[in-house]
């Protein structure tokens, strides 16, 4: 029986792992060109900028919110850096430091709303990612901003032993914030607060603080993501990052992280963004249209949220019959 049971938990905890290498194996013999050194690593450079993103959702999401903001916020950090560079002619490293201020500040724009006006996340973050749309649209007479130093977009074309830099920066953001959850104070306040956040309160924890660190967070690693967008691109797009935010909530939510907080890791939200990447880069060298893929992705979102639910419940069931 106890055999069983760690099956079943092995199943629930790592079935996502044998869905990715199912979801390889059948794109490797619908389309030959797949299974490739070439195509790994476009699938790497792809998911590496909304993988970035996807660190934040998750410190988010953990205390039991959301952020739908996400994607704009890299947009506008795009634009805003464009601009930055053609206009003003501001160094890179001036530039960089003063969209990340920028879209901390976003990022704590949203958590005030949540914390301070009570407003749900849902809408207090979704009126932040229509106004930021907004704002790129604006300053931008939505027109793409290009023609700035080439020596900006050096850093996504590079690579080191092979491995293309904003892969090693995605790495690197991960290692640290997988320790962070796992080892920090801060990790265990974040789980806490998703966990219980009147519990939470009542020991000392400041939930107020906490919540503003995370969309804070959220929003200086939406603005990282959106600098790397804008070298790889060498373009500041208006719409650029536009469904960023639903690709992180489904990698998110694939890797385990709960959508009423508390409870996930970081290390599997490494494979739910795996599975995103794979299924897009999949779906275009199978033909498959735009159209079908937003539909398909749809239909994903809602069967992470679906096995999220259920496997809650089984190893709830687990635990009241031990």
């Given at each position: 029986?106890?055999?069983?049971?760690?099956?079943?938990?092995?199943?629930?905890?790592?079935?996502i792992?044998?869905?990715?290498?199912?979801?390889?194996?059948?794109?490797?013999?619908?389309?030959?060109?797949?299974?490739?050194?070439?195509?790994?690593?476009?699938?790497?450079?792809?998911?590496?900028?909304?993988?970035?993103?996807?660190?934040?959702?998750?410190?988010?999401?953990?205390?039991?919110?959301?952020?739908?903001?996400?994607?704009?916020?890299?947009?506008?950090?795009a634009?805003?850096?464009?601009?930055?560079?053609?206009?003003?002619?501001?160094?890179?490293?001036?530039?960089?430091?003063?969209?990340?201020?920028?879209?901390?500040?976003?990022?704590?724009?949203?958590?005030?709303?949540?914390?301070?006006?009570?407003?749900?996340?849902?809408?207090?973050?979704?009126?932040?990612?229509?106004?930021?749309?907004?704002?790129?649209?604006?300053?931008?007479?939505?027109?793409?901003?290009?023609?700035?130093?080439?020596?900006?977009?050096?850093?996504?074309?590079?690579?080191?032993?092979?491995?293309?830099?904003?892969?090693?920066?995605?790495?690197?953001?991960?290692?640290?914030?997988?320790?962070?959850?796992?080892?920090?104070?801060?990790?265990?306040?974040?789980?806490?607060?998703?966990?219980?956040?009147?519990?939470?309160?009542?020991?000392?924890?400041g939930?107020?603080?906490?919540?503003?660190?995370?969309?804070?967070?959220s929003?200086?690693?939406?603005?990282?993501?959106?600098?790397?967008?804008?070298?790889?691109?060498?373009?500041?797009?208006?719409?650029?990052?536009?469904?960023?935010?639903?690709?992180?909530?489904?990698a998110?939510?694939?890797?385990?992280?709960?959508?009423?907080?508390?409870?996930?890791?970081?290390?599997?939200?490494v494979?739910?963004?795996?599975?995103?990447?794979?299924?897009?880069?999949?779906?275009?060298?199978?033909?498959?249209?735009?159209?079908?893929?937003?539909?398909?992705?749809?239909?994903?979102?809602?069967?992470?949220?679906?096995?999220?639910?259920?496997?809650?419940?089984?190893?709830?069931?687990?635990?009241?019959?031990?």
């Amino acid at each position: 029986m106890k055999k069983n049971k760690n099956a079943v938990l092995i199943l629930l905890n790592y079935g996502i792992v044998v869905a990715l290498l199912l979801m390889i194996a059948i794109f490797s013999f619908t389309s030959k060109n797949f299974f490739r050194t070439s195509t790994m690593f476009t699938i790497l450079k792809q998911v590496s900028i909304t993988g970035i993103v996807c660190i934040g959702q998750t410190m988010v999401m953990l205390t039991g919110g959301i952020d739908l903001s996400v994607g704009s916020v890299a947009g506008v950090s795009a634009v805003t850096a464009a601009i930055f560079l053609k206009s003003y002619n501001l160094p890179i490293p001036v530039t960089c430091v003063l969209v990340l201020i920028l879209s901390l500040i976003y990022g704590l724009i949203s958590g005030f709303c949540v914390t301070k006006l009570n407003m749900p996340p849902l809408i207090a973050t979704l009126g932040v990612q229509t106004s930021l749309r907004g704002l790129a649209y604006i300053v931008t007479g939505g027109l793409p901003v290009y023609g700035f130093t080439k020596a900006f977009g050096s850093f996504a074309q590079g690579s080191i032993v092979g491995i293309p830099n904003q892969v090693i920066l995605t790495i690197i953001l991960f290692i640290i914030f997988i320790y962070a959850l796992a080892k920090t104070t801060l990790g265990r306040y974040l789980y806490g607060v998703g966990g219980n956040e009147e519990a939470s309160r009542l020991s000392g924890i400041g939930v107020t603080k906490i919540k503003l660190m995370a969309y804070g967070l959220s929003g200086f690693l939406a603005g990282i993501a959106g600098l790397v967008l804008l070298s790889r691109t060498s373009s500041g797009q208006p719409s650029a990052g536009s469904g960023y935010e639903m690709d992180a909530i489904t990698a998110v939510v694939l890797g385990g992280v709960s959508l009423n907080g508390g409870e996930g890791k970081l290390h599997m939200v490494v494979i739910g963004m795996l599975i995103m990447g794979v299924l897009t880069t999949g779906m275009i060298m199978c033909g498959i249209n735009d159209y079908v893929q937003q539909f398909v992705k749809g239909i994903v979102l809602i069967l992470a949220v679906a096995y999220s639910e259920i496997s809650k419940k089984i190893r709830s069931r687990m635990i009241v019959t031990e």
